[in-house]
């Protein structure tokens, strides 16, 4: 499985973004997706996730302001990022699992991307 991420960037204080990432490789094993990020000399922080039916599943901390999906037949993963924050820069990252034991935002993801950067300014 290769997750390849796009779309990050630059943007102020309340800003909007949208993240996509694609899926290639053995797209099946890919029923449960998310997103998380990665501020530098930080642990993992949460994101969100969704499952192949569009089951969603959003960290308390972008609640209300992030909003992910797939369009499976594009085998693709978006996440739209709204009133960003400074504390929202670093590295996101996509991720995706199989899902057998479950899918949520802070499941153990086994594919992983590269990660892209975006950078929230005051």
């Known amino acids: 499985v290769q997750l390849v991420e796009s779309g990050g960037g630059s943007v102020q204080t309340g800003g909007s973004l949208r993240l996509a990432c694609v899926v290639s490789?053995?797209?099946?094993?890919?029923?449960?997706m998310g997103w998380s990020r990665h501020a530098p000399g930080k642990a993992r922080e949460g994101g969100a996730s969704?499952?192949?039916?569009?089951?969603?599943s959003y960290a308390d901390t972008v609640k209300g302001r992030f909003t992910i999906s797939r369009d499976n037949a594009k085998n693709t993963l978006y996440l739209q990022m709204k009133d960003l924050k400074p504390e929202g820069s670093g590295m996101y990252y996509c991720?995706?699992?199989?899902?057998?034991?479950?899918?949520?935002?802070?499941?153990?993801?086994?594919?992983w991307g590269k990660g892209i950067l975006v950078t929230v300014s005051l």
């Open positions: 991720a995706a699992d199989e899902g057998v034991a479950g899918c949520a935002w802070y499941s153990r993801f086994e594919y």
């Open positions: 969704i499952d192949r039916p569009g089951l969603t």
């Open positions: 490789g053995d797209t099946w094993r890919t029923n449960c």
